[in-house]
């Protein structure tokens, strides 16, 4: 499926610093669990347990930039956690979760590269996707089943017809990948202060772990 990306000019102006990166994973075949990826995330989940073990969660640079975005945009961090937040403390208490082949992946390179990363189906996808940002009467039905108003002002993924994701409250049920799902988009947010380079090593494995584990092809595409 031909898919094209964009990003609102008013988030460079609103949110300095903050980058979006889009790719498509094509031919892929999504299963349950792969013993060869689940020693992948052995090993570097073990990696980021020896790294951050003894350290104050909150004071770790990274989350304080993505505390910071998140009350930038409104929100309090207290109560809603940035995906990189919330999965290396899943990891650090040996509880990370796993979903699909696919999904996994994204879960382990956010909390690797502290890029939030996320994949959609691209069959349940309307056309062109636009990340902007929300005006406050938009609803996102999330992938728990809980539906939620979205804050004035933080950042958005949404097609022609409803929103896909949030960056604050996570992303929809309707593109969810699933183990029907044979192409997905990719997306790779940072928050300002993040390096781009952070993305750029992000994506380099999404590609290396999507054709290893997901029999999947990964191209990056540009915004238009």
Request: charged fraction near 25%.
């Amino acid at each position: 499926m031909q898919v094209q990306v964009g990003v609102d000019p008013a988030i460079s102006k609103a949110y300095p610093g903050f980058i979006s990166r889009f790719a498509v994973a094509t031919g892929v075949r999504v299963k349950r669990l792969d013993e060869g990826l689940e020693a992948v995330k052995r090993k570097a989940l073990g990696e980021v347990r020896s790294k951050y073990q003894a350290a104050v969660v909150t004071e770790i640079p990274e989350v304080v930039l993505f505390r910071s975005f998140f009350k930038t945009m409104g929100v309090d961090p207290s109560r809603f956690r940035s995906p990189p937040e919330y999965l290396l403390r899943r990891a650090l208490t040996e509880r990370f979760p796993s979903v699909n082949t696919l999904v996994d992946i994204c879960l382990l390179l956010t909390v690797k590269h502290w890029v939030a990363v996320g994949a959609f189906d691209l069959g349940n996808v309307k056309a062109r996707v636009t990340v902007a940002m929300a005006r406050g009467s938009e609803t996102l039905q999330t992938i728990d089943g809980r539906t939620v108003t979205l804050t004035p002002g933080e950042i958005i993924l949404r097609d022609e017809e409803r929103v896909l994701s949030a960056y604050t409250v996570g992303d929809a049920r309707a593109t969810m990948v699933t183990m029907e799902t044979r192409e997905a988009l990719v997306t790779l947010w940072n928050a300002p202060g993040i390096a781009e380079q952070n993305l750029h090593e992000a994506l380099a494995e999404l590609k290396t772990l999507v054709a290893a584990y997901a029999s999947g092809v990964v191209e990056e595409i540009k915004p238009t």
